[in-house]
């Protein structure tokens, strides 16, 4: 396999892909080869794997002792947090109304002691951060128990929704409760 000059190896999950930019030809290289010697500058396109050793080691300058001990394991590169206001929107309305759809629960399980099942209910935010409506989504516990947790939540104000702008959430509630 022939390189040429100031091109780069790049290797990817031990596939290899060989760059041709032109330019007179260099001899092969050999195995180590790339991790003792610097092609010089390189374009954005062309990384020599040595300089993202002393990266991923912390290593500064060349020639520092950091670059001798260049971990094999890539850094983790951290992942931006997205800054969402309404989730935590949806969690403080649904703690408010918690306790009255636990009554909604309680009233249903003096007709059935047996009673469990979800009630999935979605609360959708207009573009101008206003509710739009509250509605059923899905339900395995009776109608009247999960019409009376509509009611409570429709009930429940929620003054926090234009942080919330043209979104819609999900609040799922389950009796019993899961532990």
């Given at each position: 396999m022939e390189l040429f000059r100031g091109c780069s190896v790049l290797t990817v999950l031990a596939v290899f892909?060989?760059?041709?930019?032109?330019?007179?030809?260099?001899?092969?290289?050999?195995?180590?080869?790339?991790?003792?010697?610097?092609?010089?500058?390189?374009?954005?396109?062309?990384?020599?794997?040595?300089?993202?050793?002393e990266l991923d080691?912390?290593?500064?300058?060349?020639?520092?002792?950091?670059?001798?001990?260049?971990?094999?394991?890539?850094?983790?590169?951290?992942?931006?947090?997205?800054?969402?206001d309404c989730t935590p929107v949806g969690v403080d309305f649904e703690k408010r109304a918690r306790p009255k759809l636990k009554d909604c629960y309680a009233t249903g399980k003096k007709k059935d002691p047996?009673?469990?099942?979800?009630?999935?209910?979605?609360?959708e935010i207009d573009t101008a951060g206003k509710v739009k409506g509250i509605k059923i989504t899905e339900k395995t516990l009776p109608d009247p128990?999960?019409?009376?947790?509509?009611?409570?939540?429709?009930?429940?104000?929620?003054?926090?929704?234009?942080?919330?702008?043209?979104?819609t959430f999900t609040i799922p509630v389950t009796f019993p409760t899961p532990h």
């Open positions: 892909t060989v760059g041709a930019c032109g330019g007179k030809t260099s001899p092969p290289a050999t195995s180590g080869d790339s991790a003792k010697t610097d092609a010089g500058a390189e374009s954005f396109g062309e990384v020599n794997p040595a300089d993202l050793a080691a912390g290593g500064g300058a060349k020639g520092d002792a950091g670059s001798a001990a260049a971990s094999a394991t890539p850094a983790p590169t951290p992942t931006p947090e997205v800054k969402d047996n009673l469990q099942g979800t009630v999935k209910l979605a609360v128990v999960a019409q009376c947790m509509l009611k409570v939540l429709k009930a429940t104000p929620l003054p926090e929704a234009s942080k919330c702008p043209g979104k």
